[in-house]
């Protein structure tokens, strides 16, 4: 609209557009975005100088007297329509202080956008069948309440979540972490990224969508977000995804395999010469595993454990998951358990250890090596009789799937017990030929 236009001439425009007018448009501007474009409600000025009071009174044609002015927006409307101005409030302030935002119904659309992408979130983890997975609903209302994605163009959020959806697809479905700890065939980060962002580099550490997708993964692993480049490596990893193949190892000991490779020959030469070894996963694309007959292999959590056989020459073979295990770890035990191998497994007596020890023990059909109620009895009560302090138990109970009783007395005694407190017991078990 212009001065130009009829209705509203540029002297009568220049007459409304007065200094003493300045603070009433201002007001307005504010009081109409909020109430919606709608001239209703009272406006109240205070301070009025004696310049705004004969203004005021000329455009409502009404007297003022004081300092305080209170003017009806419906009746101040009503004027400018049948006065020289020829258009309602709305118009005239929008002339005179430049397009007005409806604050509720922009605030709306926002609502509408947001909630959509959310939707849309909901539809593509059903059309994944993630949609009862445990860390779905929590991880969404974990981004909702971050706002971090509010803060994008909406057409960007919703493809971010969704290929994050994608990406957590491929690492959980259909078989949850809780029960699978990774699955066979994930390919590396970068072949991951490409496959779903179309660049290699679209998961890389700095990334909105790396930093989103785990988040969902340290939901799925029920661990704390990783904070650091090392937390954030072994979380892809406990996910069974290969940041790289080279720079993650596998600590094992006493590992004699069959055949005549080179690699097989240097494994089998440093476990006859006493030396434990660190494997990476191109080190074990080298190896086709055939090992001795009925060939059992325990597998530990701390790696002392495994430096204390060494040093003691123990007898069995032993691989050490270093907690939660890597995929360079899993990769190992999986060609083990396929190449005929028995496994033992062995962690912490802690509500993590026996998280990690359910999806061991149920991913190989792993005996429990001291790994029972009364195993864990027994070490508390030897702690004790030493005088050695034992840390408090934290967080929820985790039900032990292969010993009932073990959780109830865990709980009843409400102490943890690391691995290497039992090291003696695990070194004897280890000596036996």
């Known amino acids: 609209m212009t001065a130009t236009e009829p209705g509203m001439s540029a002297r009568t425009r220049a007459w409304l557009d007065q200094p003493a007018l300045a603070r009433l448009w201002d007001r307005l501007r504010d009081r109409l975005e909020r ?14 100088t004696a310049a705004e009071r004969e203004a005021l009174a000329l ?9 305080t002015v209170s003017i009806a927006l419906a009746d101040l409307d009503a004027q400018l329509r049948t006065g020289a101005a020829g258009r309602g409030l709305v118009e005239v302030v929008t002339e005179l202080r430049g397009p007005l ?14 909630e959509a ?3 849309a979130a909901d539809d593509t983890l059903r059309s994944h069948g993630l949609a009862d997975a445990v860390w779905a609903g929590p991880w969404l209302e974990e981004l909702r309440r971050a706002g971090t994605l509010a803060r994008l163009a909406p057409d960007r959020a919703r493809r971010l979540i969704g290929q994050a959806i994608d990406v957590m697809s491929v690492l959980t479905g259909p078989v949850s972490p809780g029960a699978g700890m990774g699955r066979a065939g994930v390919p590396g980060r970068g072949e991951l990224a490409e496959r779903v962002t179309g660049t290699a580099h679209g998961l890389d550490d700095g990334t ?13 692993f029920e661990v704390p977000p990783p904070q650091d480049a090392r937390s954030r490596r072994e979380l892809w990893e406990a996910a069974g995804v290969a940041v790289d193949r080279v720079s993650t190892t596998v600590l094992t000991y006493g590992l004699v395999p069959l055949g005549d490779e080179p690699a097989v020959r240097l ?7 006493g030396f434990e070894t660190h494997l990476t996963l191109r080190d074990l694309a080298r190896i086709t595993w055939r090992l001795p007959p009925d060939t059992e292999v325990h597998v530990c959590e701390n790696p ?20 939660n295990p890597t995929t360079t770890a899993l990769t190992l035990l999986d060609a083990l358990h396929a190449a005929g191998a028995r496994l033992a497994y062995r962690g912490d007596f802690d509500w993590p250890g026996i998280a990690i020890a359910n999806r061991m023990i149920g991913r190989y059909s792993a005996r429990p090596w001291r790994m029972r109620a009364t195993d864990y009895e027994e070490h508390v009560a030897t702690a004790r009789d030493r005088g050695t302090p034992l840390p408090p138990l934290t967080g929820a109970p985790v039900d032990a799937l292969w010993d009932p009783e073990l959780t109830p007395a865990m709980t009843a005694l409400g102490v943890a017990v690391q691995e290497e407190s039992a090291l003696e017991l695990l070194l004897t078990d280890l000596l036996s030929a």
Not at 59 to 67: E, M, N, V
Not at 208 to 220: D, E, H, K, P, Q
């Open 304 to 323: 002392r454990v495994v430096e204390a056989a060494a040093d003691r020459g123990c007898a069995r073979p032993l691989v050490c998951a270093s907690g």
């Open 35 to 48: 109430n919606g474009l709608q001239a209703r409600g009272r406006l109240r000025l205070d301070g009025v």
């Open 59 to 67: 455009l409502t044609g009404r007297p003022y007297a004081g300092d």
């Open 101 to 114: 935002t409806d604050r509720p119904a922009a605030r709306d659309a926002r609502r509408a956008t947001a």
């Open 117 to 119: 992408i959310w939707s």
């Open 208 to 220: 909105l969508l790396s930093r989103i997708v785990l988040r969902a993964l340290a939901r799925a």
């Open 267 to 273: 494994l089998r030469d440093r476990t006859r010469a």
